[in-house]
């Protein structure tokens, strides 16, 4: 990675969206940033326009908390995952369920596309994960060693790797070329909580938040650890690099968001944002450079698209808001 200088973040257009009935426990970007999906605990995938706020649906089929949601890298699909052990599959044009896919034991916590949008990878409470064909909805794969509940996932940009993480404290790299068994091909170990967040960059670097409050970026060809990267108060929830893989935005449980050089792991900026109910009287004024008062209600969720990074704020009740840098 080659280091060059960059500019100061700038937060502006906030956002607030608060029609939720539940606790948020997932939120994700479209590919092109106009639109945001929200996974409540109230059973609900809602759907907004990101620059206007405005709710664009609110989608009910799934009998339990929604977990997770994701939208596919082509932007023509999305998916939620829900406690009802269930993953749906969603036309993102008209919002409409194209397929619920049924396998796992239990509660299914996490969801990705692979590059091609072609398949899909889920993991959940049951410790198992697997591998769909988004088409036909059907199982291609199970992988099974994670020894406790696979919370985060993430495919390779060659899409021949997925990476997963559990909270065993530990990821592990499943080959998904043909004709390899469904065995995990590499463990890396270093962490010391739940796995929370994967991220993989542009080049390949695999980057891991966890509960440990700590983010570790490996080389996994090698099994390398290249940086651990401290400064979060709370377990680390969120993890996104930026477009050119140089620079690493992480959130947890608090009211800040860290945005990190990924060549010397420093942090370069600290995003702070006051509670939801004063940001609401018109606080708007606060959001950088000043401490906010203890909020454990707060969640960020750091995200990005085409047009460059996005940062996002999450409730753990009902209120989430948005913040294009």
Not at 77 to 85: G, Q, V
Request: with cysteine.
């Amino acid at each position: 990675m080659n280091s060059r200088p960059r500019g100061k973040l700038a937060v502006g257009r906030v956002k607030f969206f608060g029609r939720h009935r539940g606790e948020v426990n997932s939120s994700a970007f479209s590919p092109d940033g106009q639109r945001l999906l929200t996974a409540s605990e109230d059973g609900c995938v809602y759907g907004w326009e990101t620059q206007s706020g405005r709710l664009l649906w609110r989608l009910r089929g799934h009998k339990g908390p929604v977990r997770f949601c994701r939208f596919s890298p082509d932007g023509r699909l999305f998916a939620s995952t829900s406690c009802d052990r269930t993953i749906r599959l969603w036309d993102a044009a008209d919002a409409k369920c194209l397929q619920v896919l049924k396998g796992h034991q239990r509660s299914v916590e996490t969801v990705s596309f692979s590059h091609d949008s072609k398949q899909l990878a889920s993991g959940g409470w049951d410790k198992r994960v697997m591998l769909w064909e988004v088409q036909s909805g059907q199982v291609l794969r199970h992988f099974v060693g994670h020894r406790d509940s696979v919370q985060s996932s993430d495919f390779a940009p060659s899409s021949d790797c997925l990476a997963t993480g559990s909270w065993d404290s530990t990821i592990r790299m499943w080959d998904l070329r043909a004709g390899t068994p469904g065995i995990f091909h590499q463990e890396l170990e270093g962490h010391r909580g739940n796995i929370s967040c994967l991220c993989y960059s542009p080049s390949g670097l695999l980057a891991s938040g966890s509960w440990d409050k700590t983010i570790h970026i490996w080389k996994p060809s090698t099994r390398s650890l290249l940086i651990q990267l401290k400064g979060h108060i709370t377990w680390v929830k969120s993890i996104a690099f930026s477009p050119d893989g140089q620079q690493l935005a992480s959130a947890g449980y608090s009211h800040m968001v860290k945005v990190w050089d990924c060549n010397t792991g420093k942090c370069t900026e600290t995003l702070k944002v006051r509670s939801v109910a004063e940001a609401n009287k018109g606080a708007v004024e606060g959001l950088l450079g000043r401490p906010a008062p203890p909020e454990p209600n707060i969640m960020l969720l750091a995200g990005g698209s085409e047009r460059g990074p996005c940062l996002c704020l999450y409730a753990r009740r009902e209120t989430l808001s948005v913040w294009s840098c």
